[in-house]
């Protein structure tokens, strides 16, 4: 059974760090690209950007180029997104999806609270 | 970029009833045009892929038509697990996708 598996809730404060994660099982890891996808609070669905993890090559969505930082480590099946230095405007929930065509299979969601 | 539109933004119906949800775009996405079915808590789960191919254990009510710029999702007859907010998505510029703002089908 394909699953991703993200890690949990984040309460922090503008201008901190963070990387959450997203654990693949259930199919070879580097069969697939892996996309980040943000929702802010009662809003719609947003693309952030892929990670190939085979050889983690990237690529992001123009609104999101600079301020994220998707990564990978096939050894442990796992994708990341990392913020440098978080704003509270990046108050969202986050979510990896599989990319087969579209998303076929997605994670739980990480809801990240940014506030002082 | 391929803008896409979503109406209406809220759909008012009582189950059984059927549902048409539309997703217009600015430019020929060719095929490349899926739904997805969010509810409240929970993550985004892929119902339509290639304009009318339904996902994987997806009801066979649900049903997707169209081409070019008009696309529609068709609920035959509305279950109540079918009160949700439905997205539509892009995938035209590979590896760009983009989504419509969404319809919220609501329990009348």
């Known amino acids: 059974e394909v699953q991703l598996v993200q890690s949990g809730t984040e309460v922090k404060k503008p201008g901190e760090s963070l990387k959450i994660s997203c654990k693949a099982s259930g199919y070879s890891f580097t069969d697939n690209w892996i996309d980040w996808v943000r929702q802010m609070p009662g809003k719609g669905l947003e693309w952030m950007g892929i990670?190939?993890?085979?050889?983690?090559?990237?690529r992001y969505s123009p609104s999101f180029q600079g301020h994220v930082t998707i990564s990978a480590d096939k050894s442990i099946t796992t994708v990341y997104l990392q913020w440098s230095s978080l704003k509270a405007s990046d108050t969202a929930t986050y979510y990896c999806?599989?990319?087969?065509?579209?998303?076929?299979?997605w994670g739980q969601g990480t809801l990240l609270t940014v506030s002082s | 970029e391929i803008v896409l539109t979503q109406s209406p933004a809220t759909l008012s119906l009582s189950p059984g009833e059927r549902a048409t949800l539309s997703c217009r775009a600015s430019q020929d996405v060719i095929s490349y045009l899926a739904w997805y079915q969010q509810k409240p808590g929970r993550a985004p789960r892929l119902l339509i892929f290639?304009?009318?191919t339904r996902a994987p254990g997806i009801p066979v009510r649900f049903s997707g038509s169209g081409s070019g710029t008009d696309f529609t999702l068709t609920i035959s007859s509305l279950e109540p697990e079918d009160f949700a907010v439905y997205y539509c998505?892009?995938?035209?510029?590979?590896?760009?996708?983009?989504f419509g703002g969404g319809t919220k089908v609501e329990i009348k």
């Open positions: 990670i190939y993890p085979g050889d983690s090559e990237t």
């Open positions: 998505q892009q995938r035209g510029s590979w590896p760009l996708l983009t």
């Open positions: 999806a599989r990319r087969e065509g579209d998303l076929d299979y």
């Open positions: 290639d304009v009318s």
